[in-house]
């Protein structure tokens, strides 16, 4: 039972974690596959950085730029040019690099940042990155001395925490290991053990040639969960969004690019 506990915790803030990085930071505010309520929006904006520990902005910045610079020099984590094990390293490295410039106004970030209502999170301007980790860890210590239960506490942190492991995955794995559905002009790919364990985000190939659209799977036997939980987030009101009448009513460069045209079938 002690067991089964655990890991219900660990599955719930993991769900947490992953409902805010791939539904609101990834489809919602970076590509605008799918739209936040304003209630919704000022609370995610307002909540990112302590729960993920990633700042919505940053986190939307580099995400953007990874795709107008897809597996070339300029990629923010590309296992093309940074090798597949050095991705964890390089994304946090880059991902600071984006906050730095986007506090300096550097238009080598606000280029793809422009149409974002929202700043970096006071915290990261103040250099106070570290207080979500902290908050989170003290959260895990309660519960680790208020009911004699290290598993209990670890569950909850890793869980809660689990964005580096994630992002590793999808951005060496999905780039790297896998088959592709498109003719993309980068090294995408689909890689269904990533996407069953991150919310449908190992179907890079498909997400790659058509960004704009809330469902990663294209074929029948591809599962993107991710996208049941955009489904039950939209029956209780927090985010909307359109079913296409086909893939290619998808099939234009975004609003926030204009100038980088889509790739080829």
Known sequence: MYELLCLAVFIGAYLLNICYISVFYHRGLTHQALTLSPKAKRFVVATGAWVTGLDPKGWCTMHRLHHRYSDTPKDPHS?????????????????????KGLIKNDKTYTSVAGDFDFDVSWMNKKNYWYLPYLLHLAISAVLVFAFDAWLLGAAYYLGIMSHPIQGWMVNSMGHALGYRNFNTTDNSKNNSIVAWLVAGEGYQNNHHRYPRAVKFSMRWWEVDWG????????????????????????????PWDLGIQSPTV
């Open 79 to 99: 296992p093309v040019h940074k090798g597949f094990f050095m991705i964890a390293y390089e994304q946090l490295q880059s991902y600071k690099r984006v906050l």
């Open 227 to 254: 996208y049941a939980m955009c489904w039950v987030l939209a029956g209780v009101g927090v985010v909307s969004f359109e079913q296409p009448s086909s893939l290619r009513a998808l099939d234009r460069p975004e």
